[in-house]
């Protein structure tokens, strides 16, 4: 197993439906991003890679029945998966079912380089509302800021806001929580407020547009590490400006 740092990559969309092309499109849409990938592997129930020599014909059954298995690059020591999950509707925003996108990368220099594309397609082959990519041990971080305690709230660390559970935001296309690399489709855009051309400047530098109008927004420039003071401080800043995500404001 390894213990390299990881990449934590999700996304959040429309549940599968009939014959949904979704998952194909999110597979290629990854392995386009980062040349020399190819996710031709199932995952068997011991945690071995099983090639898949007719993959698609296989994405597009499991499609039919509102699944995406889990599939990786076969390279036990450097290894990349992708696997989506529906979040049933009591778990969901609006009450609304959910497909979640999960991937794990390793969090190398041809992945920390490519990071934005792969986030990129990801989202877009998924017609995700919104997602991010984040470092593992940021990400630990984060769900600190959702995980409620014995005692009822949530307890974040390093002084990050608390945020509400998953079911309990208004609507699907507010962002429950900010990563490193934050996909916001231009619904989500538009629900949080961004961009502000007065009060954005800072996060335009390091946003750009995507081509179904959405956005791509990088918090800092290197990958995200909370022991970082000017890190964190991005971090804090960020959801200082968007109240609306992890539904901190009220409508």
């Known amino acids: ?21 979704r998952t194909l499109a999110v597979v290629r849409g990854m392995e386009r991003a980062l040349p020399g990938l190819r996710l031709e592997w199932e995952v068997s ?8 020599p007719q993959r698609e014909a296989w994405l597009t059954e499991a499609a039919t029945r509102g699944k995406f298995p889990l599939l990786c ?13 529906r979040r049933s509707a009591s778990a969901s925003p609006g009450c609304k079912p959910q497909l979640q996108v999960h991937a794990k990368l390793p969090l190398d220099a041809t992945v ?20 991010h990519a984040t470092p593992d041990d940021a990400a630990l971080d984060i769900a600190y800021q959702i995980a ?26 507010i962002p429950y929580y900010l990563g490193w690399l934050n996909y916001w489709s231009d619904a989500a855009a ?11 400047t ?12 959405g956005w791509v927004v990088q918090l800092t420039d290197s990958p995200l590490d909370l022991d970082n ?21 009220t409508p």
Do not use: C
């Open 73 to 85: 690059n076969g390279d036990e020591s450097h290894p990349v998966t992708i696997s989506g999950m």
């Open 190 to 200: 538009q629900a949080i407020g961004f961009p502000d051309p007065a009060r954005d």
């Open 229 to 249: 003071s000017a890190h964190l401080d991005a971090l804090l800043r960020a959801y200082e400006r968007f109240p609306e995500i992890g539904g901190r404001s």
């Open 45 to 52: 129930k011991g945690g071995r890679p099983i090639e898949l």
């Open 112 to 131: 920390i380089t490519a990071a934005a594309d792969v986030l990129e397609r990801v989202a877009e082959g998924a017609l995700a509302f919104w997602g």
């Open 1 to 21: 197993m390894t213990t390299r740092k990881r990449l934590d990559l999700t996304v959040y969309a429309p549940t599968l439906v009939g014959h949904d092309g």
């Open 148 to 173: 409620p305690t014995l005692e009822g709230p949530p307890s974040p660390r390093r002084g990050l806001p608390a945020l509400k559970l998953f079911e309990h935001i208004r609507s699907p296309e």
């Open 202 to 213: 800072e996060i335009l530098s390091r946003a750009r547009r995507t081509a179904s109008g």
